[in-house]
């Protein structure tokens, strides 16, 4: 995203003039700040206290140094109707089309596009102006067709002195107060001509600045009287240069004048993007790190599981020696599972459940466990090897056992170093 930095020289038909009318706006169109300068360092100066990166130079020239014509072309693709462009419009300029720069415009009928002639030997000096900024340039605009410009409506701008006039693809000109009521006139006597029977109304939006409307009241009161026009007054509270430059981003009209030999050949530094690289090299560096331990962890939960499902494969042998094909321990386990839970009151579920049960209130519970659980489905019973810290300890497991009303039977017991391991039959009462 760029900061968009407007520049027009004043006054405005001096080429040579050093003061500067400035504006900075933001990507989005939100004004940053504004004014006037007396010269380029001065102009730096001020942007500088903003303190921003990737500001691209508008340069905004006047639309008195230009000719609007339009051309007709029948060629369709771009490369064709800029080789026939100055034959088209030779005989409208009547001047030596070598010396001039064309610009064209978008399409605006079938085989009509718009044009702007400026001389060369002039546009060279507006072009270097603008990139004697310490800011990289994006584009060269003419004043007039930045203008709010309607469809089929004629925009007449007050702008000091002077007034802008633009129409798309059909006005675009700048000239003094007193010649805009007879060029009104003119036009209007031309459409009456033109057209037969009734002429078409004739809209024409005339924006004042809020301070020069009493002076400017005599005119706009004629304008209003012009024949077959539908006259509509505004006034604006802001500088003309900044209502243009507020405009600029809700139009289409303003054709960039950086074409052709006047092109911007973009670098990466220039366009702002080569400051992003070290962004963008860290954050592959943080996405290929991000990756790397992706695959690590991959592999270590991929090892966990591994040794998961021996531990499972080793728990069912423990559980059911005599099973020979254990191909997938916890698919199996559900099996008997199910069969075990259909075997009635005293079947596997019911009486692990209870010898865990009470195994879990025992004191000293932390220090007692299971090493071993083999369940016999014919004679509905339960043998659990038991560890505990004493026999005592054992023998207070069995006797809650049985006044849970199970026949418990202590097969044996093994004194070790650790405590008693002793093997406890569980049958249902």
């Known amino acids: 995203m760029t900061i968009k930095l407007f520049v027009r020289p004043i006054p405005v038909t001096q080429a040579a003039a050093t003061a500067l009318e400035w504006a900075l706006y933001s990507y989005t169109g939100e004004r940053i700040g504004s004014g006037r300068a007396d010269d380029a360092e001065e102009l730096m100066q001020l942007v500088a206290q903003h303190d921003l990166q990737d500001v691209w130079v508008q340069y905004v020239l006047p639309a008195s140094h230009f000719t609007f014509t339009v051309a007709h072309v029948a060629a369709k693709q771009a490369r064709y109707v800029q080789q026939a462009l100055p034959f088209a419009i030779e005989e409208a300029i009547a001047e030596d089309v070598e010396s001039m720069h064309l610009v064209t415009g978008e399409r605006i009928g079938k085989e009509e596009y718009p044009v702007l002639v400026i001389r060369r030997e002039r546009m060279d000096r507006w072009f270097d102006a603008a990139n004697a900024l310490e800011f990289p340039l994006h584009g060269m605009y003419v004043d007039a067709q930045m203008c709010p410009g309607e469809e089929g409506a004629l925009t007449v701008l007050f702008d000091g002195d002077e007034v802008l006039l633009f129409q798309p693809g059909l006005v675009c000109m700048r000239t003094h107060h007193e010649n805009l009521l007879p060029y009104l006139e003119i036009c209007a006597r ?240």
Request: net charge negative; proline share 4%; hydrophobic share 35%.
């Open 190 to 429: 031309s459409r009456a001509s033109s057209e037969e029977g009734e002429a078409p109304a004739w809209n024409i939006r005339v924006l004042t600045p809020e301070d020069q409307k009493d002076s400017l009241g005599v005119l706009l009161a004629q304008i209003e009287h012009v024949d077959g026009a539908i006259v509509q007054i505004e006034s604006f509270s802001v500088p003309s240069f900044d209502l243009l430059c507020e405009s600029f981003f809700n139009t289409s009209h303003a054709a960039n004048l950086c074409q052709g030999p006047y092109a911007i050949k973009e670098s990466s530094g220039s366009s702002g993007i080569g400051k992003w690289w070290p962004v963008a090299a860290v954050a592959a560096g943080w996405f290929a790190i991000q990756v790397g331990l992706d695959l690590t962890q991959g592999f270590m939960y991929q090892k966990q599981a591994d040794e998961y499902e021996q531990q499972m494969v080793k728990l069912y042998r423990s559980l059911y020696p005599n099973e020979k094909n254990v191909s997938s321990p916890k698919r199996q386990m559900e099996g008997k599972l199910r069969n075990a839970s259909n075997t009635g009151g005293g079947g596997f579920l019911q009486l692990l459940g209870e010898a865990g049960y009470q195994l879990s209130v025992q004191p000293g519970k932390q220090n007692m466990g299971f090493n071993n659980l083999q369940f016999s489905n014919q004679r509905g019973e339960l043998a659990v090897e038991v560890k505990a810290p004493s026999l005592d300890q054992l023998d207070r497991y069995k006797q809650a056992l049985v006044q849970s009303g199970y026949q418990v039977d202590i097969g044996s017991a093994i004194k070790e170093p650790s405590g008693v391991r002793g093997k406890i039959t569980i049958k249902g009462s």
